[in-house]
DNA sequence: ATCATGCATCGACAACTGTCAATGCTTGTG
DNA sequence: CACAAGCATTGACAGTTGTCGATGCATGAT
């Protein structure tokens, strides 16, 4: 038998101070909201590219080529640049073609709309 | 040739505003860093574990048992188990047995934490 | 003690993902 | 024009992950 109702079980009156107004908390998210921030999350939720983006951030300029990252992130060429076309793809950084090479910068704002989504309001 | 000095290459003077002070932003995160966040992340990094953690806040009390979630899911028991787990192992989620239930609340703090470290003073 | 219920664990399988070497494309240079 | 350099794309492969049915383990009720 499921429950659909709620915890109808020996219940010892735990009321939470009223905690709210997140897309996660307050209201619940429907498949296709989730698909979004999941997706949006994914792209975040790997070490290299978590790297990346600081390595980008950090450098002259706030921004970066990809034969500035390949050495420090011990990584090859071609899977560098497809890090960063996830990360772009994900609207996290944003990709300039100058000359020869490629620039890479933060999406302003792009992290912290993300952040914002996880946690805004809660307990704040 | 790498260029691991920084951008030596055709630069019109683009000098970022001092965006600063997260995780991610202002200093390099290192490779162990790096996995903590990623691991962390890749928890939250799936639609269904978005929707579970939605829906365990949104119930009475802000705490629901496995046989509150698998209908609202769509999914079996074992695999709504599994995401439980999950979330309890990335610090997301608490669980407590209740008689024969496992009630689930949301660790205080967790989704916060998470979102400062992904943008902590970014352009506030 | 026996049985039903709620949940976790196991084994299996398909789908996805991170990585690389090889190759192709584009831009600047001799 | 030919060549080199920077980057993207392709194809391949191993490792990870989400899902399920089957099973096992507790707890509470009969």
Redesign the pocket.
Known sequence: ???TAGPRH?LPVITQPAVCCSPLIGRILDGAAAERLASAL?AL?????LRLISLVAAHDGAEA????L?DPV?????????????LVDAGLLE?E???????YRLVPGALNALADQLATGIGR
């Open positions: 038998m499921i429950n020996p994914k939720a790997e070490p290299t590219r080529c990809v034969c500035d390949t011990g990584l090859s060429q071609p899977t560098v640049s497809h890090h960063m076309k996830v990709r073609q100058r000359g020869k090479w490629a620039y």
